[in-house]
């Protein structure tokens, strides 16, 4: 059970909420948002009758949630929620946001040539690594802060917002004094400190699945952020752990449709790490578009060769933008179409 | 090694090859085909030297194959197998075929009004079970026998081409008294016997992708067929077995590219068993077709909430009419065509 | 709901019943079994009340199954199962089953000389391919009809039982004039045909789990065994498909107790195919007898190195009477023992 | 390639090591540990001589390393580590040390009640989490600091040295001044940031085996900690993702006698969560023993049916106290003995 208060509800108002849930016997939860507050209880709270408790002061809803996961789902807010992480760019609506760009900030010339070549075809948005999770502690782990710097300048020069992850804590309150967009990686999908710490930050979060999460457990991850008082969360499947050596992973695009049956929140698909391979990011990302996807995160790198990370996956400026054209037509195909790169007009962008 | 002898070639020049590979230290395995017969090596022939076997009477070619698969691969044949299983209905060309129809065949008028509802949508096959590989012994098993017969009956009301299941080596000669093309199940991927029944048969094989085999092991499985001479095979993708009860199984479509990289033999996905779910199956039939897929197999069911087996995932008729009109969106978005219902023209189910 | 009828119940006994069945709405199954028959209900049985059958005449009892499977479960029969494939061979008692021997029968002086080499080791059953199921048609695929008569040799001259595979119909039949236990594969757990045909058979049967079978698809898959009236089933956890490529399956021994508390059949435990690593055999083997496994599938090759199959995962003759040794250890740790070579006694043995 | 420092090595003798590893192409990189400095290459040093590189002032040792993990390899030091977190508490030797304990540290009552359980039992160390990674944001998380507290106060009337998890960067920190060991949960076996602040504390590291992680990803993970200078790690299975809901995961006891070959670290097994059943604990914790675990973490409650987390999987201190006795004779059938509780001997405690 969440008793939702109203906006302008009274810290009076609340208290005595949190006393009538003491009085059922359960422990209250306060969970100051933005906007209002909302009091959780905590325990099996399947039998409590709380109708009481909608009559009191200062109190707007109470909802009884019937899954694991409370404010991320359409039981609690049936409309689609939207992102907007610039002027233009927005996740959840008509629009499909493209996100491209190379797995790290390896120099200025690498970041600018390719933030000039995703923003020439089409992309909405700039994604670059100044921190980087590795498996190994001896492999390129990022240009850390002055990585950041490069994304900043390469916003300046093209005018595309930044995507990039965060790490720890403290990485997160840094990242977020440069990023438009803060992504959580797979690996940190159950880091929930980190979760509480972007939520508190209050920055929109792009949070990528683990590579063994259940659609239920993505979605708690994403209460995390909420329960801070942080709505503008973007979820991400980039392709789960899987038997076959073909691929890197398996790339669960059921996961979208799935995920907007049960929530609110966008979600976008990242066929780069989905499937490990340049040749079928392509036909997958065209397939994300068609399965619904609200966006596509995409390694594009000048000279994917050479990259530090992520080489093999990393698409050629010139694919990107044959791969642009192609998902502007599936878009068309289900009605909807790709965001123009910001300062553009569609039209210009086409 | 493969020796592939020519179409006029003799009797004793494949006796010839086979004294010559034994020579090598080596056992040949004659393959004939249809149109002509292969030799193969058993064993690492890595390291063997056959050059001067290209030279003996008959022989059109020796092909030195780097994958555990041989004649499935394009290394072997680089052009797209075209699979036809009737007239105007083939896999692997421009052309997209939709295979529609309940599960199970439960009556006669159950399965012609499907028939008469999936080609009237624009489905240009008949899909239906007469024999239904079941978990447990005390679910339905199927019709069997009176099922082809309804089959047989729903063709002849429909013009539409039947795609029907075997279970057993008897029941494979059976089924393709009727069957326009032999569908193996995902649990029978590797039941070896059967594979070679139906490659010895020599109808048009439809090969469902088992719930955890790698890419290689369906084509592998594909390869027992080819290697009994049927070169006629489609391979489905269907689903994997997943840890995420949201879904009944992780579509992985990603797998269709990987096939068509491997591979000349077309391929089709099934979202009505990739998914489970109703409501998932459009927008995967959809993704399905934006990543490729030669086909899309679908279980369609005049009355799904009355089903004797599959009912959560079938199609209501007028679902199944609204997809046809995406999906061939979505295949004019990439360049290609839904196969029109045969005896019909593109414009006319269009 | 199954209906047991006794086993002086007249034709004219379950046909009434099945009579009485068809009144409440529901399609009989009878399932005539070598001591009696057992009738059961095909649908969604949950809410039907068949009390007044219990009174009727010839019927034992009436049970109402809560598990999907049935005749299986330690809900129809709480004692353990005991199979005997040969005087003094029994599984599901106190004592544990060695079965050993290669992967494939190879020639007579390796059959002879394995069958020797893990009789004096201590095993009890000698284990053998004559048809292999193999992943590629151009691999070996097993000596057949030859290999099944030097089995038969092997038993002459040991007095150990033979367990060996049998892959479809026919075969099953051939194996069974042969095998004292007729193996049913991984890769067939789900081939229904195959299991109906063991079952009528009715020796005993080993049944491998297949590798993303869950437990109630296994225990599913032995009820269409003893369905038809067969109960001698054993079952065999033999490694589930895995991501990690350090082993070939990941070995699920809690399969173990999960399947003695589910069923009342015996189970055993396959290390060999478990981990395909021969070092990892022996810890392995130790930890499936510390769970409680009924018995042990173990490969053992006179010459691993040039073994046609599985020549990476089976044990030295030598390390296998460590392994043995061992495992009496094991045995002994946790109140039980390993069965001595028949003929022997245990204390001979040991 | 990995350059060990000598112990007396000085900061000119790293920079002049550097200086020769950049001349080759490389870029250094440092890793100050407490003992010694070692000096890692970046990129793919297949191909490089280093041999120079050995000869010079205050190098001990240069080691080229095949396998993605350096120094918790066994190719990098052939001796098993031993973890020693209390006087007469070590991880790796002969004897095996049982670890048991509460969840969640509930009250002082119950962690008292749970400590002097266990002991009396003969368990070696006391686990109980103070702060708790829950799917949920609603669920309980711990007692946090006070937590913390009644651990120490286990520890003072009791004598057991302590196991307990920290989340985050801060909370390592705090936790380190009460923990014996630090426990980093499978959720967290990819953070790494975490990873290196562990590192750096220098305290013994529990480190959980991540849901979907390869045994490569696990050891990458403890060459973290081990990279900052911190060689005491412990690693733990503790069950995969699965797809059967038998079980709650799928518990990979193979990957002790896998861990066991590639590395030198200790490594021990979690039934409670491999399993996630009561029933399955003490047979699998057997299991592990027998498959050669140095030690076990084992959920122990005074009463698990009114535990706040992992009730369902915690054992009542009977069942504890008899399956201590089971594996203290598993562990002798193998040639080892279970640790006695500190402050006891093994011929008391057993």
Not at 245 to 266: E, G, K, M, Y
Request: glycine share 10%; with cysteine.
């Amino acid at each position: 059970m969440l008793v939702v208060m109203r906006t302008d509800a009274t810290a009076a108002n609340v208290d005595a909420v949190c006393d009538a849930i003491r009085a059922l016997g359960f422990t209250p939860v306060p969970m100051p948002g933005e906007q209002r507050t909302a009091v959780g209880l905590i325990g099996n709270d399947g039998q409590v009758d709380g109708s009481h408790i909608g009559g009191m002061a200062g109190v707007a809803q109470v909802i009884n949630v019937t899954k694991p996961y409370k404010q991320v789902s359409r039981e609690w807010k049936p409309d689609n929620t939207i992102v907007t992480i610039a002027p233009g760019v927005s996740f959840g609506g008509g629009e499909l946001v493209v996100m491209a760009g190379p797995c790290s900030v390896e120099s200025e010339v690498q970041i600018l040539t390719a933030a000039r070549a995703v923003r020439a075809a089409g992309a909405s948005a700039l994604r670059g690594g100044a921190y980087k999770p590795r498996s190994s502690p001896y492999a390129f782990q990022g240009l850390g802060t002055k990585g950041l710097q490069l994304l900043a300048l390469a916003r300046r020069e093209t005018g595309l917002p930044i995507v990039t992850e965060a790490m720890d804590d403290a990485g997160a309150h840094e990242v977020a004094e440069v990023a438009d967009m803060i992504q959580i990686g797979a690996r940190n999908m159950q880091n929930y400190s980190l979760l509480r710490t972007v939520g508190k930050i209050g920055k929109p979060v792009l949070l990528k699945r683990g590579m063994s999460a259940t659609i239920t457990d993505l979605l708690l991850s994403a209460e995390y952020i909420l329960a801070e008082g942080n709505p503008h969360v973007v979820l991400c499947e980039r392709g789960l752990r899987g038997f076959d050596t073909a691929t890197h992973n398996i790339f669960d695009l059921t996961a979208i449709p799935v995920v907007q049956r049960a929530s609110h929140l966008p979600i976008v698909a990242d066929p780069s790490h989905g499937t490990g391979v340049r040749a079928l990011v392509p036909p997958m990302a065209r397939a994300a578009v068609a399965a619904g996807a609200d966006g596509i995160l995409v390694e594009v790198h000048p000279t994917p060769e050479r990259a530090r990370s992520d080489g093999a996956q990393s698409l050629y400026p010139e694919q990107f933008t044959d791969l642009m054209r192609e998902l502007r037509t599936i878009a068309d195909a289900i009605g909807r179409t790709v965001a123009p790169a910001p300062g553009t007009t569609a039209a210009v962008a086409g």
